[in-house]
């Protein structure tokens, strides 16, 4: 957690805080502070919050209506305790030592003290904690009973799936609103919100450290900048010094110049570096703040304020900026010719040059973990040699040929769980493999020149002969089989080099190829292709100074090219191989030297990784989608990986309709 974020510390008086109200954003300040903020600047209807900026309504009953902030509460309390407290309600004659203490009445309570407590109607909901050692180093017990607003005295113990609230086992056994919904118990209700907020707050943990080294090096280039106009101005000095007073005058003018600049650069920088400052407070706190929620809420009160959480990280993509500063200008000091025309030449001149600024980082991690879900189903070796898995061919839901090794004659078919099911040996090197939607099996091979149908006994017969190297296929919704082919291995093109999308109907039969534009060519290494939901064909082209990928309509139309992510810099360069779209039009690229897959909105953007080495792949290649749409990933250590991937807006929508 980054040090700009204490839990106990108000934003506001910067003491330690007293009443914490926590306010609709998340954040939290003493009740006092905010009546002071809103007296002092005489808001009305709303006011701004100081850390994030978001306008919180001015309840009509006052700031003791904004809900008090019993988890830093909580955690003041449990810091101030000592093991020998005794208990505030017992006869003082017995000396009973506290066990745990009331937050709303302020007192230290003995077990027995503590159950009479909760048994009344009046103290039955409030906030107990759990003294604890002070060499303990678990987090704060904080209890809270949650009782039913219908059943007044029934505790809240399940949780209804279709309305997502807590209910008492009385809306559960009798004919109430709940009649015929499914249910849980509060517990798995509590974890399974949990879940959905535990990659948001680890996304953020990883992003806070990016964000807080992107503000030390704004900081450091506004030295640097300073440091070149402090430097400009001795070399003026000293140049200024050796013709004495007649040419003081322009000393002077010389140095306003700079410094101007400075000013003008500065200001920019400073409104940024105070724009970054309160950024990353803010979020800080906000990451903070939720997981000490996650950590202390009751179930009942997490699962009602879940929602909330997930709304408050869905923000956080408005608040930072889309782009940061590209550069700022630093004045560099040029001296003159002695033998000048005038002191003007003689002393010499001042010019601007840019000074580079760092990429501001996205917290793309947040935007996949708000967007998308992805778990690992399976994963295999299909060798215990390390080799390539260049071609994976699903044949149903369950099942997929695969090819693994470079220049092999061998396809092997394979379950999702790891069985082996047969072994198809062929007298031709495989390139790609292609299941055609009638079901059967298409093979492109360097070898001849061609590509093979496979029939029932895996036997192979010529189904195209083509004039160039045959690579990547895919077969069309209109049921053509599209065919990426090459004059020569060479990666780099000639002015002589044949690089194309062949067109072929199902019958075998080449329609026409895609080579240019009319006006120039369009490819220089055609990999691997894919058809995206609107028609148009998404290529991997592995040309040796230009890796991309190329969306283009079948006419040969470039509609956009993707050379890697604009909002951050990679630890290698972008190095595309395998390619495939969804049903949402979303277009997934396998990055080899980065061990990730990225995954792009069908205009071609980077949305985010959607896989990274820390999903345990290595050097991904080849990718295919089955019927399910599951993704299959075949990486450089023989290994195939399974995932189910999916929107979280379709998944609450489904779950929700089955309900």
Same mark, same amino acid.
């Given at each position: 957690?980054?040090?700009?974020?204490?839990?106990?510390?108000?934003?506001?008086?910067?003491?330690?805080?007293?009443?914490?109200?926590?306010?609709?954003?998340?954040?939290?300040?003493?009740?006092?502070?905010?009546?002071?903020?809103?007296?002092?600047?005489?808001?009305?209807?709303?006011?701004?919050?100081?850390?994030?900026?978001?306008?919180?309504?001015?309840?009509?009953?006052?700031?003791?209506?904004?809900?008090?902030?019993?988890?830093?509460?909580?955690?003041?309390?449990?810091?101030?305790?000592?093991?020998?407290?005794?208990?505030?309600?017992?006869?003082?004659?017995?000396?009973?030592?506290?066990?745990?203490?009331?937050?709303?009445?302020?007192?230290?309570?003995?077990?027995?003290?503590?159950?009479?407590?909760?048994?009344?109607?009046?103290?039955?909901?409030?906030?107990?904690?759990?003294?604890?050692?002070?060499?303990?180093?678990?987090?704060?017990?904080?209890?809270?009973?949650?009782?039913?607003?219908?059943?007044?005295?029934?505790?809240?113990?399940?949780?209804?799936?279709?309305?997502?609230?807590?209910?008492?086992?009385?809306?559960?056994?009798?004919?109430?609103?709940?009649?015929?919904?499914?249910?849980?118990?509060?517990?798995?209700?509590?974890?399974?919100?949990?879940?959905?907020?535990?990659?948001?707050?680890?996304?953020?943990?990883?992003?806070?450290?990016?964000?807080?080294?992107?503000?030390?090096?704004?900081?450091?280039?506004?030295?640097?900048?300073?440091?070149?106009?402090?430097?400009?101005?001795?070399?003026?000095?000293?140049?200024?010094?050796?013709?004495?007073?007649? /040419? *003081?005058?322009?000393? =002077? @003018? %010389?140095?306003?110049?700079?410094?101007?600049? #400075?000013?003008?650069? &500065?200001?920019?920088? +400073?409104?940024?570096?105070?724009? /970054? *400052?309160?950024?990353? =407070? @803010? %979020?800080?706190?906000?990451?903070?703040?939720? #997981?000490?929620?996650? &950590?202390?809420?009751? +179930?009942?009160?997490?699962?009602? /304020?879940?929602?909330?959480?997930?709304?408050?990280?869905?923000?956080?993509?408005?608040?930072?900026?889309?782009?940061?500063?590209?550069?700022?200008?630093?004045?560099?000091?040029?001296?003159?010719?002695?033998?000048?025309?005038?002191?003007?030449?003689?002393?010499?001149?001042?010019?601007?040059?840019?000074?580079?600024?760092?990429?501001?980082?996205?917290?793309?991690?947040?935007?996949?973990?708000?967007?998308?879900?992805?778990?690992?189903?399976?994963?295999?070796?299909?060798?215990?040699?390390?080799?390539?898995?260049?071609?994976?061919?699903?044949?149903?839901?369950?099942?997929?040929?695969?090819?693994?090794?470079?220049?092999?004659?061998?396809?092997?078919?394979?379950?999702?769980?790891?069985?082996?099911?047969?072994?198809?040996?062929?007298?031709?090197?495989?390139?790609?493999?292609?299941?055609?939607?009638?079901?059967?099996?298409?093979?492109?091979?360097?070898?001849?020149?061609?590509?093979?149908?496979?029939?029932?006994?895996?036997?192979?017969?010529?189904?195209?002969?083509?004039?160039?190297?045959?690579?990547?296929?895919?077969?069309?919704?209109?049921?053509?089989?599209?065919?990426?082919?090459?004059?020569?291995?060479?990666?780099?093109?000639?002015?002589?080099?044949?690089?194309?999308?062949?067109?072929?109907?199902?019958?075998?039969?080449?329609?026409?190829?895609?080579?240019?534009?009319?006006?120039?060519?369009?490819?220089?290494?055609?990999?691997?292709?894919?058809?995206?939901?609107?028609?148009?064909?998404?290529?991997?082209?592995?040309?040796?100074?230009?890796?991309?990928?190329?969306?283009?309509?079948?006419?040969?139309?470039?509609?956009?090219?993707?050379?890697?992510?604009?909002?951050?810099?990679?630890?290698?360069?972008?190095?595309?191989?395998?390619?495939?779209?969804?049903?949402?039009?979303?277009?997934?690229?396998?990055?080899?030297?980065?061990?990730?897959?990225?995954?792009?909105?069908?205009?071609?953007?980077?949305?985010?990784?959607?896989?990274?080495?820390?999903?345990?792949?290595?050097?991904?290649?080849?990718?295919?989608?089955?019927?399910?749409?599951?993704?299959?990933?075949?990486?450089?250590?023989?290994?195939?990986?399974?995932?189910?991937?999916?929107?979280?807006?379709?998944?609450?929508?489904?779950?929700?309709?089955?309900?």
């Amino acid at each position: 957690m980054s040090k700009m974020n204490d839990p106990l510390q108000c934003g506001l008086c910067l003491k330690r805080h007293r009443d914490p109200r926590i306010l609709t954003c998340f954040h939290s300040f003493c009740r006092e502070c905010i009546e002071k903020l809103i007296s002092t600047k005489k808001y009305k209807v709303s006011f701004p919050c100081p850390l994030c900026q978001t306008e919180i309504g001015i309840p009509k009953a006052g700031t003791k209506a904004y809900p008090e902030n019993f988890y830093i509460r909580a955690i003041q309390a449990t810091a101030a305790f000592s093991t020998i407290s005794m208990c505030d309600t017992c006869d003082k004659t017995k000396e009973e030592s506290a066990s745990s203490r009331c937050l709303e009445c302020e007192c230290n309570y003995c077990g027995t003290c503590t159950a009479r407590h909760l048994e009344s109607d009046t103290t039955k909901e409030h906030h107990i904690i759990e003294l604890c050692k002070p060499q303990s180093k678990t987090i704060t017990n904080l209890t809270h009973k949650s009782f039913c607003e219908k059943h007044k005295n029934e505790e809240t113990k399940f949780y209804c799936m279709l309305c997502e609230i807590p209910v008492c086992k009385e809306c559960v056994s009798k004919v109430s609103d709940h009649k015929g919904h499914r249910y849980k118990s509060i517990a798995e209700g509590a974890k399974e919100k949990k879940d959905t907020i535990s990659p948001i707050i680890k996304s953020m943990h990883e992003y806070l450290p990016i964000l807080e080294e992107y503000l030390e090096e704004i900081k450091s280039s506004k030295k640097m900048l300073g440091d070149y106009a402090s430097d400009s101005i001795k070399e003026i000095k000293a140049r200024c010094q050796m013709l004495h007073d007649e /040419i *003081e005058k322009i000393s =002077k @003018s %010389l140095e306003e110049q700079v410094q101007k600049s #400075e000013e003008k650069e &500065n200001q920019r920088l +400073d409104k940024h570096i105070q724009m /970054i *400052e309160r950024l990353l =407070k @803010s %979020l800080s706190y906000t990451t903070g703040s939720t #997981e000490d929620i996650a &950590n202390l809420a009751s +179930d009942s009160e997490f699962v009602m /304020i879940c929602a909330k959480l997930q709304n408050r990280f869905k923000r956080i993509n408005q608040e930072v900026p889309s782009s940061g500063l590209i550069s700022c200008e630093s004045s560099n000091f040029h001296s003159g010719d002695m033998q000048g025309k005038n002191l003007f030449e003689m002393i010499g001149y001042c010019d601007e040059s840019d000074v580079k600024m760092p990429l501001l980082p996205i917290p793309w991690g947040l935007r996949m973990a708000l967007t998308f879900e992805v778990t690992l189903m399976y994963s295999f070796k299909v060798s215990d040699a390390m080799d390539t898995i260049h071609a994976i061919a699903p044949v149903s839901e369950k099942e997929a040929w695969i090819c693994c090794g470079w220049g092999t004659n061998k396809m092997e078919l394979w379950t999702r769980e790891g069985e082996k099911k047969n072994t198809a040996t062929l007298p031709i090197q495989v390139d790609d493999i292609c299941v055609k939607p009638n079901g059967e099996i298409l093979v492109s091979s360097y070898d001849g020149k061609k590509v093979v149908k496979l029939d029932s006994d895996l036997k192979p017969t010529d189904f195209v002969q083509l004039n160039w190297y045959p690579g990547g296929m895919t077969f069309t919704k209109k049921k053509e089989l599209l065919v990426c082919a090459v004059d020569s291995y060479v990666t780099t093109r000639s002015n002589s080099s044949r690089r194309m999308v062949i067109r072929i109907k199902e019958d075998g039969t080449v329609l026409d190829q895609i080579e240019d534009n009319g006006f120039n060519e369009v490819f220089c290494a055609p990999y691997r292709l894919y058809e995206n939901m609107i028609g148009d064909i998404c290529v991997t082209d592995r040309e040796e100074t230009n890796v991309r990928v190329t969306s283009l309509t079948m006419e040969g139309v470039i509609k956009q090219t993707y050379t890697g992510p604009k909002e951050m810099v990679t630890k290698k360069p972008f190095n595309p191989f395998g390619v495939v779209s969804d049903k949402y039009g979303h277009v997934i690229v396998s990055d080899w030297s980065n061990h990730a897959v990225h995954i792009l909105d069908i205009s071609g953007q980077f949305i985010g990784f959607l896989l990274t080495e820390k999903n345990g792949i290595r050097g991904p290649n080849a990718l295919a989608l089955d019927k399910e749409g599951h993704l299959w990933v075949g990486d450089t250590k023989s290994t195939v990986w399974v995932f189910q991937y999916r929107r979280k807006a379709d998944d609450h929508s489904s779950s929700n309709s089955s309900a």
